[in-house]
């Protein structure tokens, strides 16, 4: 089947509600990185002034100065790597485990996995909360980076892969002599590299972008994700350090992810056309 | 090996994942279900007082304002979103450098977290300090007090979301269309079809579930949002950007009423549950009408 892509040249008016819509995507991110370039002295009073020079990197030093937008920086990649790792052997042996092995209430199992993707996750947060304090967990990573690795989608997306990788792979391997884990290790998971790529690079977004359960687990400023400590930021922004500053701390946090994006991004359109053929 | 050990080992590979599941989702779903049945507050476990937080919420005004706040929201923002994907994937469907460039303009705000959208927002917004702001004054017009005026707050924050959460409905609006086979285009050409023609008769009802998958998702999405009003306004001005889930937030970990915040959670959560299961229940429809086909 050949793809649909349209040939034929885009009107006039089109292209032009096009490109303003594309102005007004791309004008607050501007208008954000000229503020960041500011001296936070030049801009009380006068915001206006991000739109002339003199400009300078001013703030952005004074992020590599200040230890608490680093930390930040560390604790989100921590929680994000941390997440993303658990997640994929996590959903790799269950998948492999539900899609290729027969085992006593295999069926009900799934279909108990399943409804928990009708679960929102503001039904459970604040007994997961509870549940993080009894067992003393906040402010830590694990308490981070637990409650990321029960969402259903993963394991339900490896099974679906995982179906598809012929049986006769498996016997063949058996007839060797193979166990179930070496099958699983040698023969199964090298095949998924591709599914694995997609799983992580969603995982590590959402990961790195959750304001929710950083923001009620991380209660001391130290173990602030980016996400928390930006939002902390914003909201003593009248006291502190200035717009300037705000802005670089914005800019900042969101390079990690526009690197990401840029790299991966075979990936998120693969799996969009994944979720669109489903 | 024996027999016996073969088919129970199967369990050793879902048993990592289902006892952080068990633990960790069906455990705190099950104690919020528990504690909405009781009045809890920050020491020990409180005491059995049947259905009442859930009377307690129905009387409640401020509870009401904040699930009417959600509904207009999601009524403001799905529509349009849905619409302006949609026109994108059309305009940018194309093996161009620029169309590929745009698809990467419009994708580009969706992998920023909230914190960051509401830090870009309140600079845009803000009457004083903003870019708005400078533009109207540019245009010798007074600024709109977009986050402080109760009529104005909630389209504000409709337009936030929509600047932030165009990129993933395109993406699959583009997926969609890119599964269209081209035959169907080329039958439509043979037949003369006009633009508009083709466009009703191919590409929407090939759309269809693509569609339903979009509005489903975005609404199940919108209605819990959060981060928007509770950084940018704090639900204000007086509650007129309050939002279900905000008032979740501010009645347990504000005011620590668990039990009351959790008969809260659980009417969220059939909303929710009724909006996920309508998402199956057409896409189900829509998987049959085009298997008859």
């Known amino acids: 089947m050949a793809a649909s892509v349209a040939r034929d040249r885009l009107p006039p008016l089109v292209w032009a509600a096009v490109l303003i819509g594309a102005a007004i995507m791309v004008a607050p991110l501007i208008w954000t990185l000229l503020l960041s370039l500011k001296s936070n002295t030049e801009l009380v009073g006068n915001s206006g002034a991000a739109l002339q020079p003199p400009y300078t990197l001013g703030n952005y030093v004074a992020i590599f100065g200040s230890s608490s937008t680093t930390r930040w920086l560390l604790?989100?990649?921590?929680?994000?790597?941390?997440?993303?790792?658990?997640?994929?052997?996590?959903?790799?042996?269950?998948?492999?485990?539900?899609?290729?092995?027969?085992?006593?209430?295999?069926?009900?199992?799934?279909?108990?996995?399943?409804?928990?993707?009708?679960?929102?996750s503001q039904a459970v947060i604040l007994h997961q909360h509870q549940?993080?304090?009894?067992?003393?967990?906040?402010?830590?990573?694990?308490?981070?980076?637990?409650?990321?690795?029960?969402?259903?989608?993963?394991?339900?997306?490896?099974?679906?892969?995982?179906?598809?990788?012929?049986?006769?792979?498996?016997?063949?391997?058996?007839?060797?002599?193979?166990?179930?884990?070496?099958?699983?290790?040698?023969?199964?998971?090298?095949?998924?590299?591709?599914a694995q790529s997609t799983l992580a690079v969603f995982t590590f977004l959402g990961s790195w972008n959750d304001y929710w359960w950083p923001l009620i687990s991380a209660t001391r400023s130290d173990m602030y994700t980016l996400t928390v400590g930006l939002a902390a930021s914003q909201m003593n922004y009248a006291q502190t350090s200035g717009l300037g500053f705000l802005m670089a701390q914005a800019v900042f946090a969101s390079i990690p992810i526009f690197m990401v994006y840029i790299i991966f991004q075979k990936q998120i359109v693969r799996a969009m056309a994944g979720a669109a053929l489903k | 090996m024996t027999r016996a050990e073969r088919r129970w080992d199967g369990l050793l590979f879902v048993a990592p994942f289902l006892l952080?599941?068990?633990?960790?989702?069906?455990?705190?779903?099950?104690?919020?279900?528990?504690?909405?049945?009781?009045?809890?507050?920050?020491?020990?476990?409180?005491?059995?007082?049947?259905?009442?937080?859930?009377?307690?919420?129905?009387?409640?005004?401020?509870?009401?304002?904040?699930?009417?706040?959600?509904?207009?929201?999601?009524?403001?923002?799905?529509?349009?979103?849905?619409?302006?994907?949609?026109?994108?994937?059309?305009?940018?469907?194309?093996?161009?450098?620029?169309?590929?460039?745009?698809?990467?303009?419009?994708?580009?705000?969706?992998?920023?977290?909230?914190?960051?959208?509401?830090?870009?927002?309140?600079?845009?917004?803000a009457p004083d300090a903003g870019l708005l702001g400078e533009l109207w004054t540019a245009f010798g017009w007074e600024p709109l007090p977009f986050l402080s005026a109760p009529n104005l707050v909630l389209p504000a924050l409709a337009i936030t979301t929509i600047w932030w959460s165009l990129g993933f409905p395109m993406l699959l609006f583009l997926a969609g269309l890119q599964q269209i086979p081209q035959d169907m285009y080329e039958a439509a050409a043979l037949d003369r079809a006009s633009k508009w023609t083709?466009?009703?008769?191919?590409?929407?009802?090939?759309?269809?579930?693509?569609?339903?998958?979009?509005?489903?998702?975005?609404?199940?999405?919108?209605?819990?949002?959060?981060?928007?009003?509770?950084?940018?306004?704090a639900g204000g001005p007086s509650g007129a950007s309050r939002t279900a889930v905000l008032f979740l937030f501010e009645t347990a970990f504000g005011r620590w009423e668990l039990g009351y915040a959790s008969a809260a959670a659980e009417i969220l959560f059939l909303i929710i549950l009724a909006v996920t299961l309508t998402q199956y229940w057409l896409t189900g429809r829509a998987r049959e009408g085009e298997d008859g086909r």
């Open chain 1, 75 to 120: 604790n989100s990649a921590v929680v994000s790597l941390g997440t993303t790792a658990g997640v994929l052997i996590l959903a790799s042996l269950a998948g492999y485990g539900f899609a290729r092995l027969d085992f006593p209430f295999r069926r009900s199992l799934f279909v108990l996995v399943l409804l928990g993707l009708a679960i929102p």
């Open chain 1, 131 to 194: 549940l993080f304090a009894d067992l003393g967990l906040h402010n830590s990573y694990p308490g981070l980076i637990l409650p990321g690795l029960i969402g259903p989608f993963g394991v339900f997306f490896m099974t679906q892969y995982m179906r598809a990788i012929p049986k006769e792979l498996d016997e063949a391997a058996m007839l060797d002599g193979a166990s179930r884990f070496t099958i699983f290790w040698r023969v199964i998971l090298p095949l998924t590299v591709p």
């Open chain 2, 20 to 125: 952080l599941y068990l633990l960790i989702l069906i455990y705190p779903l099950l104690r919020g279900v528990w504690l909405s049945l009781h009045s809890v507050d920050l020491f020990g476990d409180g005491r059995f007082v049947g259905l009442a937080n859930y009377a307690r919420l129905a009387a409640d005004p401020v509870f009401g304002q904040s699930l009417v706040n959600t509904f207009l929201i999601t009524l403001m923002i799905v529509p349009v979103l849905t619409v302006i994907a949609l026109a994108l994937a059309l305009a940018l469907n194309r093996a161009t450098r620029s169309a590929a460039i745009l698809r990467g303009v419009f994708f580009s705000s969706a992998v920023l977290s909230v914190t960051i959208v509401t830090l870009i927002w309140r600079f845009v917004l």
């Open chain 2, 198 to 233: 083709t466009f009703r008769r191919v590409t929407l009802p090939s759309l269809r579930r693509t569609t339903i998958l979009v509005i489903m998702l975005q609404t199940a999405a919108q209605l819990q949002i959060f981060g928007q009003s509770q950084l940018l306004t």
